[in-house]
T-cell receptor, first 113, second 114 residues
Framework: DSGVTQTPKHLITATGQRVTLRCSPR?????VYWYQQSLDQGLQFLIQ???????AKGNILERFSAQQFPDLHSELNLSSLELGDSALYFC????????????FGPGTRLTVL | GENVEQHPSTLSVQEGDSAVIKCTYS??????FPWYKQELGKRPQLIID?????GEKKDQRIAVTLNKTAKHFSLHITETQPEDSAVYFC?????????????FGKGTKLSVIP
Protein backbone atom coordinates (compact mmCIF):
# COMPACT_ATOMS: atom_id res chain seq x y z
CA ASP A 1 0.00 0.00 0.00
CA SER A 2 1.54 3.27 -1.17
CA GLY A 3 -0.64 5.53 0.98
CA VAL A 4 -2.24 7.10 -2.10
CA THR A 5 -5.95 6.42 -2.41
CA GLN A 6 -8.19 6.68 -5.45
CA THR A 7 -11.92 6.39 -5.85
CA PRO A 8 -13.82 4.86 -7.43
CA LYS A 9 -11.97 1.68 -8.32
CA HIS A 10 -14.13 1.02 -11.36
CA LEU A 11 -16.36 3.29 -13.36
CA ILE A 12 -18.60 2.31 -16.25
CA THR A 13 -20.37 5.04 -18.16
CA ALA A 14 -21.68 5.95 -21.59
CA THR A 15 -20.29 8.12 -24.34
CA GLY A 16 -20.99 11.79 -23.88
CA GLN A 17 -21.13 11.57 -20.11
CA ARG A 18 -18.98 13.31 -17.51
CA VAL A 19 -17.16 11.64 -14.61
CA THR A 20 -14.98 12.72 -11.71
CA LEU A 21 -12.08 10.71 -10.39
CA ARG A 22 -10.74 11.41 -6.94
CA CYS A 23 -7.27 11.07 -5.46
CA SER A 24 -5.92 11.58 -1.95
CA PRO A 25 -2.13 11.84 -1.79
CA ARG A 26 0.09 10.37 0.89
CA UNK A 27 0.13 12.33 4.10
CA UNK A 28 2.58 15.21 3.73
CA UNK A 29 2.86 15.01 -0.07
CA UNK A 30 2.16 18.30 -1.81
CA UNK A 31 2.48 17.21 -5.45
CA VAL A 32 -0.19 15.24 -7.26
CA TYR A 33 0.19 13.82 -10.75
CA TRP A 34 -2.40 12.25 -13.02
CA TYR A 35 -1.56 9.58 -15.60
CA GLN A 36 -3.60 7.72 -18.18
CA GLN A 37 -2.67 4.13 -19.02
CA SER A 38 -4.15 2.49 -22.06
CA LEU A 39 -3.04 -0.75 -23.68
CA ASP A 40 -1.22 0.75 -26.61
CA GLN A 41 0.03 4.00 -25.09
CA GLY A 42 1.68 3.04 -21.83
CA LEU A 43 1.68 5.59 -19.02
CA GLN A 44 0.88 9.06 -20.30
CA PHE A 45 1.41 12.06 -18.04
CA LEU A 46 -1.65 14.27 -17.93
CA ILE A 47 -1.15 17.01 -15.36
CA GLN A 48 0.64 17.94 -12.13
CA UNK A 49 -0.54 20.04 -9.22
CA UNK A 50 1.61 21.31 -6.42
CA UNK A 51 0.07 22.75 -3.27
CA UNK A 52 -3.09 23.72 -5.10
CA UNK A 53 -1.52 25.15 -8.23
CA UNK A 54 -1.17 23.63 -11.67
CA UNK A 55 2.53 23.17 -12.41
CA ALA A 56 2.85 21.01 -15.51
CA LYS A 57 0.64 19.83 -18.31
CA GLY A 58 1.19 16.84 -20.51
CA ASN A 59 -1.02 15.21 -23.09
CA ILE A 60 -4.26 16.25 -21.46
CA LEU A 61 -7.26 16.76 -23.69
CA GLU A 62 -9.30 19.96 -23.45
CA ARG A 63 -12.28 17.82 -22.37
CA PHE A 64 -10.30 16.87 -19.26
CA SER A 65 -9.60 19.14 -16.33
CA ALA A 66 -8.24 18.75 -12.84
CA GLN A 67 -7.88 20.63 -9.62
CA GLN A 68 -6.23 20.26 -6.25
CA PHE A 69 -8.13 21.36 -3.18
CA PRO A 70 -6.85 23.03 0.02
CA ASP A 71 -6.78 19.65 1.78
CA LEU A 72 -4.51 18.52 -1.11
CA HIS A 73 -6.83 15.92 -2.56
CA SER A 74 -7.25 16.16 -6.30
CA GLU A 75 -10.02 15.50 -8.77
CA LEU A 76 -9.77 14.71 -12.46
CA ASN A 77 -12.86 15.62 -14.46
CA LEU A 78 -13.46 13.92 -17.78
CA SER A 79 -16.29 15.21 -19.93
CA SER A 80 -17.92 14.42 -23.29
CA LEU A 81 -16.50 10.94 -22.89
CA GLU A 82 -15.53 8.91 -25.93
CA LEU A 83 -14.85 5.20 -26.33
CA GLY A 84 -11.16 5.97 -26.59
CA ASP A 85 -11.12 7.44 -23.10
CA SER A 86 -11.48 3.97 -21.65
CA ALA A 87 -8.29 3.41 -19.67
CA LEU A 88 -6.74 3.09 -16.26
CA TYR A 89 -6.25 6.46 -14.61
CA PHE A 90 -3.54 6.66 -12.00
CA CYS A 91 -2.81 9.34 -9.53
CA UNK A 92 0.64 9.65 -7.96
CA UNK A 93 2.03 11.89 -5.27
CA UNK A 94 5.41 13.11 -4.14
CA UNK A 95 6.66 15.23 -1.30
CA UNK A 96 7.99 18.18 -3.25
CA UNK A 97 7.52 20.01 -6.51
CA UNK A 98 10.52 18.24 -7.94
CA UNK A 99 9.73 15.15 -5.94
CA UNK A 100 11.87 12.29 -7.06
CA UNK A 101 9.84 9.36 -5.84
CA UNK A 102 6.30 9.28 -7.11
CA UNK A 103 3.99 6.93 -5.26
CA PHE A 104 1.12 5.61 -7.33
CA GLY A 105 -2.42 4.99 -6.22
CA PRO A 106 -4.32 1.81 -7.15
CA GLY A 107 -5.94 3.46 -10.16
CA THR A 108 -9.46 3.93 -11.46
CA ARG A 109 -10.51 1.77 -14.37
CA LEU A 110 -12.82 3.74 -16.62
CA THR A 111 -14.91 1.94 -19.19
CA VAL A 112 -16.86 4.03 -21.68
CA LEU A 113 -19.60 2.10 -23.50
CA GLY B 1 9.61 17.68 -24.66
CA GLU B 2 11.18 14.46 -23.55
CA ASN B 3 10.92 11.21 -25.48
CA VAL B 4 11.80 7.83 -23.96
CA GLU B 5 12.32 4.69 -26.03
CA GLN B 6 12.34 1.32 -24.27
CA HIS B 7 13.50 -2.07 -25.59
CA PRO B 8 12.63 -4.85 -25.81
CA SER B 9 8.85 -4.76 -25.54
CA THR B 10 8.78 -8.39 -24.40
CA LEU B 11 11.48 -10.50 -22.79
CA SER B 12 11.44 -14.15 -21.75
CA VAL B 13 14.21 -15.61 -19.62
CA GLN B 14 14.78 -18.82 -17.77
CA GLU B 15 14.66 -18.68 -14.01
CA GLY B 16 18.11 -17.87 -12.68
CA ASP B 17 19.24 -16.06 -15.83
CA SER B 18 19.77 -12.32 -16.09
CA ALA B 19 17.45 -9.82 -17.76
CA VAL B 20 18.44 -6.49 -19.26
CA ILE B 21 16.06 -3.73 -20.34
CA LYS B 22 17.34 -0.66 -22.13
CA CYS B 23 16.00 2.86 -22.46
CA THR B 24 17.11 5.95 -24.31
CA TYR B 25 16.01 9.50 -23.68
CA SER B 26 16.14 12.57 -25.84
CA UNK B 27 16.51 15.60 -23.59
CA UNK B 28 19.89 16.18 -21.99
CA UNK B 29 18.17 18.30 -19.31
CA UNK B 30 16.58 15.17 -17.81
CA UNK B 31 18.26 14.35 -14.52
CA UNK B 32 16.31 11.61 -12.78
CA PHE B 33 15.58 8.12 -14.08
CA PRO B 34 13.28 5.78 -12.13
CA TRP B 35 12.23 2.24 -12.96
CA TYR B 36 8.78 0.98 -12.08
CA LYS B 37 7.44 -2.56 -11.89
CA GLN B 38 3.77 -3.15 -12.59
CA GLU B 39 2.12 -6.47 -11.94
CA LEU B 40 -1.11 -7.28 -13.75
CA GLY B 41 -3.95 -5.07 -12.57
CA LYS B 42 -1.82 -3.32 -9.95
CA ARG B 43 -0.18 0.03 -9.49
CA PRO B 44 3.32 0.83 -10.78
CA GLN B 45 5.84 0.48 -7.96
CA LEU B 46 9.24 2.11 -7.88
CA ILE B 47 11.98 -0.51 -7.76
CA ILE B 48 15.11 1.55 -8.30
CA ASP B 49 16.13 4.99 -9.50
CA UNK B 50 19.25 6.86 -10.49
CA UNK B 51 20.21 10.50 -10.71
CA UNK B 52 22.30 12.08 -13.41
CA UNK B 53 25.33 12.56 -11.16
CA UNK B 54 25.64 8.79 -10.62
CA GLY B 55 26.70 6.16 -13.15
CA GLU B 56 25.46 3.02 -11.47
CA LYS B 57 23.30 1.95 -8.56
CA LYS B 58 22.63 -1.49 -7.12
CA ASP B 59 20.00 -2.90 -4.83
CA GLN B 60 20.38 -6.62 -4.23
CA ARG B 61 19.54 -8.36 -7.54
CA ILE B 62 18.65 -5.13 -9.33
CA ALA B 63 21.03 -2.60 -10.83
CA VAL B 64 20.67 0.43 -13.04
CA THR B 65 23.36 2.02 -15.17
CA LEU B 66 23.29 5.46 -16.76
CA ASN B 67 25.34 6.78 -19.68
CA LYS B 68 24.66 10.51 -19.89
CA THR B 69 26.78 11.00 -22.98
CA ALA B 70 24.84 8.43 -24.94
CA LYS B 71 21.59 9.30 -23.16
CA HIS B 72 20.70 5.78 -22.27
CA PHE B 73 20.10 3.83 -19.09
CA SER B 74 19.53 0.17 -18.41
CA LEU B 75 17.94 -2.09 -15.82
CA HIS B 76 19.72 -5.31 -14.93
CA ILE B 77 18.03 -8.07 -12.98
CA THR B 78 20.22 -10.99 -11.95
CA GLU B 79 19.17 -14.46 -10.75
CA THR B 80 15.65 -13.89 -12.01
CA GLN B 81 12.76 -15.49 -10.16
CA PRO B 82 9.16 -16.16 -11.26
CA GLU B 83 7.97 -13.28 -9.08
CA ASP B 84 10.03 -10.92 -11.23
CA SER B 85 7.49 -11.51 -14.02
CA ALA B 86 5.77 -8.17 -14.62
CA VAL B 87 5.82 -5.13 -16.88
CA TYR B 88 8.76 -2.83 -16.27
CA PHE B 89 8.68 0.85 -17.17
CA CYS B 90 11.60 3.22 -17.39
CA UNK B 91 11.07 6.95 -17.09
CA UNK B 92 12.98 10.18 -17.39
CA UNK B 93 12.20 13.33 -15.47
CA UNK B 94 12.50 16.48 -17.49
CA UNK B 95 13.41 19.49 -15.41
CA UNK B 96 12.80 22.72 -17.20
CA UNK B 97 10.75 25.87 -16.76
CA UNK B 98 9.51 24.69 -13.37
CA UNK B 99 8.14 21.46 -14.76
CA UNK B 100 9.13 18.10 -13.29
CA UNK B 101 7.09 15.59 -15.18
CA UNK B 102 8.02 11.98 -15.79
CA UNK B 103 7.99 10.64 -19.32
CA PHE B 104 7.63 6.87 -19.43
CA GLY B 105 8.80 4.29 -21.91
CA LYS B 106 6.16 1.97 -23.31
CA GLY B 107 7.12 -0.89 -21.02
CA THR B 108 8.77 -4.29 -21.20
CA LYS B 109 6.81 -7.40 -20.35
CA LEU B 110 9.22 -9.73 -18.58
CA SER B 111 8.33 -13.39 -18.28
CA VAL B 112 10.51 -15.61 -16.10
CA ILE B 113 10.07 -19.25 -17.00
CA PRO B 114 10.45 -21.66 -14.09
Amino acid sequence: DSGVTQTPKHLITATGQRVTLRCSPRSGDLSVYWYQQSLDQGLQFLIQYYNGEERAKGNILERFSAQQFPDLHSELNLSSLELGDSALYFCASSVALAGDTQYFGPGTRLTVL
Amino acid sequence: GENVEQHPSTLSVQEGDSAVIKCTYSDSASNYFPWYKQELGKRPQLIIDIRSNVGEKKDQRIAVTLNKTAKHFSLHITETQPEDSAVYFCAARYSGAGSYQLTFGKGTKLSVIP
